[in-house]
C-alpha cells in the first residue's frame, strides 16, 4: 500500500520528536528517508519504509505494517510510553489496541465519572450532594454550587483531570471497538477489554509507582494523554 508524500513528511517529523527510546529509528535513517521523500516519483510502500526506517526483521508488527495509518500508530505506542511509564512493557495485542484506540480510532469517546470525593475535597464538604440533590438545586443558596457541578459535568475538558475517573473508553477501527479485542473473559465489551484487558495489566508492568498503587492515577493519565495526543475525541460524563 502506498502513501502520500505529505503522509510520509508527516511520519517523519513525528519521529523527530520521539523519546529517547531503544528500537526508534536513528536520524541517520531519517535523514535517508528524508532525501527519498524530495524525488519527484518516491512513493514508498509501508514495507519499504519499514526497512528503511531500520526495524529488525524479527519484531513482530514489522511484518504486519499495511499504510501510513498503521505507522502512525506503530509511531504513536513511543508517545503513549510519556504518558504511561512502561507501556511498551505489555504484551503486543496489547500495545497495539491502544495504540489504535489513540490513533486511528474515529471519534473516540470516553465516558468518565465525576468523582464526588475529589470535587468536595476541592470545593467543600457536601459541595457535591448540594450541587446534584433534586432538592438541594432548587435553594437559591445553592446556585453558585449547582452552575460549578453542571460545567464539570457539561465541559469536562475545561477540567483538571483529577475531577475524572474511566467508566468505558469507545472507538470505532476497521469496524470493531478496539478494546473488545482485549476483554479477557471471551465477551467482546470494551469496557471490560479496556479496565481488565489494559488497565490492570498495564499495573502489573508500570515503571510508575503511582500506576501501580492507584487505579485512578492510571486513568487520570490517560485522560491526559487523550486531551494531548487526540483533542478531538469526546469526553461524556454520566453521573
Do not use: C, W
Not at 517523519?12 to 521523500?37: C, H, M, Q, T, W
Not at 476541592?122 to 450541587?131: I, K, N, Q, S, V
Not at 467508566?167 to 471497538?177: E, I, K, L, T, V
Amino acid at each position: 500500500m502506498k502513501i502520500t508524500r505529505r503522509q510520509l513528511r508527516r511520519l517523519i517529523n513525528e519521529v523527530r520528536i520521539k523519546p529517547s527510546i531503544p528500537n526508534i529509528p536513528s536520524d541517520d535513517a531519517l535523514g535517508k528517508v528524508d532525501d527519498l521523500a524530495r524525488q519527484e516519483e518516491f512513493q514508498p510502500s509501508a514495507d519499504s519504509l519499514a526497512g528503511a526506517f531500520g526495524y529488525p526483521e524479527d519484531r513482530s508488527y514489522s511484518a504486519d505494517l499495511k499504510g501510513y495509518d498503521n505507522l502512525e500508530a506503530e509511531m504513536g505506542r513511543y508517545k503513549i510510553e510519556k504518558y504511561l511509564p512502561g507501556f511498551l512493557n505489555l504484551p503486543e495485542d496489547v500495545i497495539e489496541v491502544v495504540a489504535e484506540f489513540v490513533f486511528l480510532s474515529e471519534v473516540p469517546v470516553l465516558h468518565i465519572q465525576l468523582d464526588e470525593d475529589m470535587v468536595e475535597h476541592e470545593l467543600g464538604e457536601d459541595t457535591y450532594h448540594r450541587g446534584t440533590h433534586f432538592q438541594e438545586v432548587q435553594k437559591p443558596e445553592n446556585a453558585e454550587i449547582v452552575a460549578m457541578t453542571n460545567d464539570f459535568r457539561e465541559n469536562p475538558k475545561a477540567h483538571d483531570v483529577k475531577f475524572y475517573y474511566i467508566y468505558a473508553a469507545h472507538g470505532s477501527y476497521n469496524g470493531s471497538d478496539p478494546f473488545a479485542r482485549i476483554d479477557p473473559h471471551g465477551m467482546g465489551d470494551a469496557q471490560t477489554g479496556f479496565h481488565d484487558g489494559f488497565r490492570e495489566e498495564y499495573q502489573k508492568v508500570t515503571t510508575n509507582r503511582a500506576h501501580r498503587i492507584s487505579s485512578l492515577a492510571v486513568e487520570e493519565s490517560f485522560i491526559e494523554m487523550m486531551r494531548a495526543l487526540r483533542p478531538d475525541h469526546e469526553e461524556e460524563v454520566i453521573n
